[in-house]
C-alpha cells in the first residue's frame, strides 16, 4: 500500500518548457488535490478533483491544467513554465471534500531557470 | 489568500517541555485539522476538530477550538526530539477549498 506516488521527484526546467507532474493514490479515494509550497508561505491550492471526472480551481490555478485521468490519477501540466512557478508541489488526497483528512505525496520540487 | 495563520511562526523548546501551537481564522468553519511537516516531506494529518467541538485528545495531542474567537490551539506535552517539524492548521470553510496557515516551525532540543 504505497498511498500517494509522485513523478518525477526534482525537475530543472527552463522558461517556457512545458511538463507534466503525475499523482497516484491507491488508497480508492474519490477526492485529489494539488497544491504549491512557497517558503514562509503554507500550502495553497491549485486545482483539485472532488470525483472523477470533475476538477475544479482553487486559489492559485493561473499557468496550470489538470487532468483527473482515472480514480486513481491525477496529472498537473505546465503548459508554458515561468520562474515564479518554481515551488514543492504536493498531490493529496482525501475520502471526500474537506471534512476527511487528506493524505499527501512526498512533493516534487521544481526549479524554472 | 491564506484562511488560517499561525503564531508563533517560530518556537525552540528542551526535550520534555510542553508546545503550544495557535492558529487564528478569518471566517465560519465546518472544520479544523492540524498537519506535521517532517523537513523536506509532505504533511501528515495529527488530528481534526469540528466546529461544535470544544476540544480533542490524541496521545500527547491536546487541540482546542474556540469558534467566537476564530482561534485554535495545538499543544504537544512531553516533547521530544522527534516532534522537530513544522505544524500547519488548515480549515475548509469553502467545502473542498482546504486553506492551510503558513505554520510554526518547531524546534526540540535534546
Known amino acids: 500500500n504505497a498511498g500517494v506516488t509522485q513523478t518525477p521527484k526534482f525537475q530543472v526546467l527552463k522558461t517556457g518548457q512545458s511538463m507534466t507532474l503525475q499523482c497516484a493514490q491507491d488508497m480508492n479515494h474519490n477526492s485529489m488535490y494539488w497544491y504549491r509550497q512557497d517558503p514562509g508561505m503554507g500550502l495553497r491550492l491549485i486545482y483539485y478533483?472532488?470525483?472523477?471526472?470533475?476538477?475544479d480551481k482553487g486559489e492559485v490555478p493561473n499557468g496550470y491544467n489538470v487532468s483527473r485521468l482515472n480514480k486513481r490519477e491525477f496529472s498537473l501540466r505546465l503548459e508554458s513554465a515561468a520562474p515564479s512557478q518554481t515551488s514543492v508541489y504536493f498531490c493529496?488526497?482525501?475520502?471526500?471534500?474537506?471534512?476527511?483528512?487528506?493524505?499527501f505525496g512526498p512533493g516534487t520540487r521544481l526549479t524554472v531557470l | 489568500s491564506q484562511q488560517g495563520e499561525e503564531d508563533p511562526q517560530a518556537l525552540s523548546i528542551q526535550e520534555g517541555e510542553n508546545a503550544t501551537m495557535n492558529c487564528s481564522y478569518k471566517t465560519s468553519i465546518n472544520n479544523l485539522q492540524w498537519y506535521r511537516q517532517n523537513s523536506g516531506r509532505g504533511l501528515v494529518h495529527l488530528i481534526l476538530?469540528?466546529?461544535?467541538?470544544r476540544e480533542k485528545h490524541s496521545g500527547r495531542l491536546r487541540v482546542t477550538l474556540d469558534t467566537s474567537k476564530k482561534s485554535s490551539s495545538l499543544l504537544i506535552t512531553a516533547s521530544r526530539a522527534a516532534d522537530t517539524a513544522s505544524y500547519f492548521c488548515a480549515t475548509d470553510a469553502l467545502g473542498n477549498d482546504m486553506r492551510f496557515g503558513a505554520g510554526t516551525r518547531l524546534t526540540v532540543k535534546p
Open positions: 478533483s472532488a470525483s472523477e471526472g470533475t476538477t
Open positions: 476538530i469540528r466546529s461544535n467541538e
Open positions: 493529496a488526497s482525501s475520502e471526500s471534500g474537506g471534512t476527511n483528512e487528506q493524505f
